[in-house]
């Protein structure tokens, strides 16, 4: 991408340290006192950083969006893998045949991690698909960056917010998560939107 790589690496160490304040905070303030991270709270610290050293150093900050989703993707479902296994996130009892005895329980959980698994990885393979001719669609009228990070933004929320109806977080942050799951499908469907183009007359010229 033409782009310093000393600044780069500055920009993942920082990214990193950010998203696992924000990770720990958002986790603890949704499942106190357990213990763990929230994957959308790490990945708020990490592109909160990048846009801010998009704008230091004026980089496209979503052409970096778009590849640090194809990085973040195959990470994020091994780490919902791996709560799976470790039985570390489960959800309510369920009577269902794809309820799973979590280690101490002795009844079947909904495994949410499998879910949120699964559907990371659809998204990954759906945005590896169409990473080549998204820029050929006629809808997609102005062919900006960003195409793929806010895809998977609006299809990452949209499944949280099915996912969370399944969760044990408290009721209060329950109804919270789904308040701010719906605003924050909007804002990017509104962003997306905008992007695309398809506000304007003509299309936007790219940069």
Same mark, same amino acid.
């Given at each position: 991408?033409?782009?310093?790589?000393?600044?780069?690496?500055?920009?993942?160490?920082?990214?990193?340290?950010?998203?696992?304040?924000?990770?720990?905070?958002?986790?603890?303030?949704?499942?106190?006192?357990?213990?763990?991270?929230?994957?959308?709270?790490?990945?708020?610290?990490?592109?909160?950083?990048?846009? $801010?050293?998009?704008?230091?150093?004026?980089?496209?900050?979503?052409?970096?969006?778009?590849?640090? *989703?194809?990085?973040?993707?195959p990470f994020a479902v091994l780490g919902q893998v791996g709560? $799976?296994?470790?039985?570390?996130?489960?959800?309510?009892? *369920?009577?269902?045949?794809?309820?799973?005895?979590?280690?101490?329980?002795l009844i079947r959980s909904q495994p949410i991690s499998l879910?949120?698994?699964?559907?990371?990885?659809?998204?990954?393979?759906?945005?590896?698909?169409?990473?080549?001719?998204?820029?050929?669609?006629?809808?997609?009228?102005?062919?900006?960056?960003?195409?793929?990070?806010?895809?998977?933004?609006?299809?990452?929320?949209?499944? *949280?917010?099915?996912?969370?109806?399944?969760?044990?977080?408290?009721?209060?942050?329950?109804?919270?998560?789904?308040?701010? %799951?719906?605003?924050?499908?909007?804002?990017? %469907?509104?962003?997306?939107?905008?992007?695309?183009?398809?506000?304007?007359?003509?299309?936007?010229? *790219?940069?």
């Open positions: 991408m033409g782009l310093d790589e000393e600044k780069i690496l500055d920009a993942i160490i920082l990214g990193s340290i950010c998203g696992l304040v924000f990770s720990k905070l958002i986790y603890f303030a949704e499942f106190y006192p357990q213990g763990g991270f929230s994957f959308w709270g790490g990945l708020a610290g990490l592109f909160l950083i990048f846009f $801010l050293f998009a704008r230091a150093q004026k980089w496209d900050f979503w052409q970096i969006a778009d590849e640090l *989703t194809f990085a973040i993707l709560a $799976l296994l470790d039985g570390s996130t489960f959800g309510k009892p *369920t009577v269902m045949p794809w309820g799973i005895y979590f280690p101490g329980s879910f949120m698994a699964l559907s990371f990885f659809t998204i990954w393979v759906f945005l590896l698909r169409i990473e080549r001719y998204w820029r050929t669609w006629d809808w997609y009228k102005s062919k900006e960056s960003g195409f793929v990070f806010l895809s998977f933004l609006g299809l990452g929320f949209a499944t *949280t917010l099915v996912v969370d109806f399944w969760s044990l977080a408290k009721i209060y942050w329950l109804w919270l998560k789904i308040i701010l %799951g719906l605003v924050s499908i909007l804002v990017v %469907g509104l962003i997306f939107l905008y992007r695309s183009g398809r506000l304007h007359g003509k299309e936007r010229q *790219t940069k």
